[in-house]
């Protein structure tokens, strides 16, 4: 049955959030194709540096609320899904209240997934085209940049460019989930309320996310090579480097952790006491 609500929920969400990532993909490729072809030898003048940074704020901001958008998205119908009116339909299927509100938390997952790829293509697309013009510009093809690149990280001893690349972006993605399953989370708990079920998801959610950001600072600040009380040591770059690599690290496993803190709570307070508008 669970797999059977998730096809379903698929097919009720796809095309807001596959729009969204077309959206993200599309703009991207504009802006990749404006850089890659962009005159960098040529000067400009002030109205059309004016225009360029207008055009770069506005991509920005095209960007953000895209994204925005998506993960609001996400939240409302979890909300409304499970908590409202449109709650009892879907706890009224013959399947187990934990099959419920899984099925809605994979989806979300995977769709906050699907959002964070297409942010990156949006990030990525202008990046390559950017550092075509660069290449191009200097008279060196892209693969002979990506290996004084790799070069760069390996001095850093990052373990290689496609090591970083991959824990760069599991870690971040880990993190957006970690942060969708939050505001679940806090929803979850928040019908804990009988007349103030927002309110109480809204302090859940702060004091989640204050449990989370010292518990992080405290590992963070346990793991770091810096000595609070010597001011004047100085670390290597090597040894900085060495400290952010260990932070994606520490960074992606307590976002594992916390999901699964996230889903545990969720469950357990929907299957105890499911309060429904």
């Known amino acids: 049955m669970l797999g059977k609500l998730i ?40 109205i059309q540096q004016v225009t360029l940074i207008f055009l770069a704020m506005g991509y920005i901001v095209a960007l953000v609320a895209l994204s925005v958008i998506g993960f609001v998205y996400l939240v409302i119908h979890y909300y ?47 990046s390559a085209g950017f550092f075509g013009a660069i290449t191009a510009e200097a008279n060196i093809t892209m693969e002979e940049f990506f290996a004084d690149l790799a070069e760069v990280i390996n001095d850093y001893q990052l373990n290689g460019l496609s090591s970083f690349l991959v824990r760069t972006v599991l870690a971040s993605a880990l993190d957006a989930i970690a942060s969708l399953m939050m505001i679940y989370f806090a929803i979850s708990v928040g019908q804990l309320w009988e007349k103030h079920k927002i309110i ?8 989640a996310a204050f449990v989370a950001g010292l518990v992080e600072t405290i590992v963070a600040v ?35 952790v916390w999901i699964a803190v996230y889903y545990g709570i969720s469950i357990l307070v929907s299957n105890r006491k499911l309060n429904l508008d």
């Open 7 to 46: 096809k379903h929920d698929f097919i009720a969400t796809w095309k807001v959030i596959v729009g969204i990532t077309a959206l993200l993909v599309v703009i991207g490729s504009a802006a990749s194709c404006f850089l890659r072809f962009f005159p960098l030898d040529q000067e400009l003048n002030d």
């Open 80 to 126: 409304r899904n499970l908590y409202t009116t449109q709650g009892y339909l879907s706890f009224t299927l013959p399947a187990s209240i934990t099959q419920v509100v899984t099925s809605r938390m994979i989806v979300g997952i995977v769709w906050m997934f699907v959002l964070l790829l297409g942010a990156c293509a949006a990030v990525l697309l202008p």
């Open 200 to 207: 109480g998801s809204i302090l859940c959610y702060f004091g």
């Open 222 to 256: 346990g793991s770091s090579p810096f000595n609070l009380f010597e001011t004047q040591a100085v670390l290597s770059d090597i040894e900085v480097a060495g400290y952010i690599n260990q932070q994606f690290i520490y960074n992606a496993l307590l976002s594992i």
